[in-house]
């Protein structure tokens, strides 16, 4: 045994951990020092595999495996991307097509909320922030605000300088308790610090307010650009929605009421003795809007690799999806996260039972069609152009489902974004269960339909809509329980018992049909 203050880590190891905010600025804003261009990650692995095939690597021959010195040849296809729906002028529809997974907001949110009754809390210290620059922050973002279709009726009827984190439940409490219901209450923070989950724990948990954080940076000097997805995030909060997809193909999925689900489950906390825990999220469309969500939350030990109390969590989403559009689907389509190869079987058939269970519960003989899809982004497959003189990314929408795929069952690869940076990671799915027995066409054009819903910026994403925001319900959930578990800079989230937990990401009622999370 070698003590391990002796020992050293050997150079140039994958360190497999999120980079934190200020190594993402300087990935995203630095120079191209930061990061690789993909013709030269393309070039680089063919150096690697070139000097493992020069060294004849004697593990390698022992085991007869030979590798090849060029990169696997293959065909694909590029899906046409649907068409995005704004409002117009006069009642009209403005409709714009995505270049490569981007375009631009044009006029009026789909629909606009109007904003009549909303409160600034400014946690800065009036050094930092004045009085003067609040005013001006409040003037231009009512000027976006009505720009983009969702006007600020008034000025804030709550404007105060709150610094103290002791502060922030009294004042919230305050404000849920106003004889006008406060609609809205955007937050001025210096940074994501204590304050951030205590607002955020208090608004959803507590008070039943709709949060908006803004950094100082942004309110002393706004700028249109952020303000416009400030105002984004804002709408959508508020059971707005943004804009409409619209797909370019006819699928027969998106012809009848179709809930769509993305489920995720999450770590926690690590507790001593009575075992680590997680948070499971699962996500679903409300109505006849894809861009629409609701969300229900449970925690269960870390040790179960299903989603222990699916069957009443797709009932709720179910329930609300009726609520909201007076139909009961005909057809669920259920994107699972993070599921073990070895595990899919398993997984498989605990979770499609839960999910027709909670359809016999709301009614003795509903049946509608699942189809079950696994999403997979921890693996190690890239795609390059296959001409030299194409130096950047595949383009959106890029669909591979030959020759690197499996031949047992069906699963494909789809790059649905334009990476920002670097060399874009596809996308990996499995179609484990289709009871709408839709075409390999029809199901990877509506995953890339669904890479177009999320509402928050005007880009396709790398994963469909429903699952990316069950990712935030988890980070949302674990952030609840870290601020209520905090005590100074003592952190007691590994000791908190499993029945108060639940209590801690339970949602507050007036906040169950928004996208609190959003």
Known sequence: MIPIELCRIAPKQRCPKKLSEAQLRTFYDGSDTTRHTPAKRKFDICEIVSGVIAN???????????????????????????????????????????????????????????????????????????????????????????????????APSFCKYVVNIEHIEPVFKYLSQMSHPIQLVVVVLTGKTAIYGKVKRVGDTQCGLTTQCIHVSNVVAPVKHTLINLCMKINIKLGGVNSVAVNSVHLP?????????????????????????????????????????????????????????????????????FRMSNFKPRRIVYYRDHVHENLLEYVLQYEIRAIRDACLSIEKDYNPAITFITVHLTHRSRLFPATVEEQDNVPAGTVVDTVITSKEFFDFYLVSHSGMKGTSRPTRY??????????????????????????????????????????????????????????????KSDLLPHNVAQQVVEIHERMVKKMYFA
Not at 462 to 482: D, E, F, K, W
């Open 253 to 321: 999925a998106l012809q009848e009421p179709v809930l769509f689900i993305g489920a995720n489950v999450m770590e926690l906390s690590r507790r001593e003795g009575n075992g680590p825990m997680s948070v499971s999220c699962v996500v679903g469309s409300a109505g006849g809007f894809q861009s629409r969500f609701t969300a229900a939350v449970r925690v269960q030990k870390d040790t179960d690799f299903v989603i222990e109390q699916l069957s009443s969590m797709v009932r709720e989403l179910i329930l609300n999806f």
């Open 430 to 491: 499995q179609v484990l269960w289709d009871d709408s027995r839709m075409t390999a066409d029809e199901i990877q054009q509506l995953t890339y339909f669904l890479c177009h819903t999320q509402a928050r910026c005007t880009r396709s994403i790398s994963i469909p809509a429903p699952i990316y925001y069950a990712v935030l319900v988890g980070q949302r959930a674990r952030l609840h329980v870290v601020d209520h578990t905090s005590d100074g800079n003592t952190r």
């Open 56 to 154: 004849e690597d004697p593990i390698l021959e022992h085991y007869g495996i030979k590798i090849e010195d060029k990169m696997t040849s293959l065909t694909a296809r590029v899906i046409p991307p649907p068409k995005i729906v704004y409002r117009g002028e006069q009642q009209s529809y403005t409709t714009v097509v995505p270049e490569n997974g981007r375009w631009n907001l044009r006029d009026k949110f789909f629909d606009g909320i109007s904003i009549k009754s909303w409160a600034l809390v400014c946690c800065a210290q009036q050094h930092q922030v004045s009085q003067t620059s609040l005013r001006n922050f409040v003037s231009q973002l009512r000027n976006v605000g009505k720009m983009v279709g969702m006007p600020f009726v008034f």
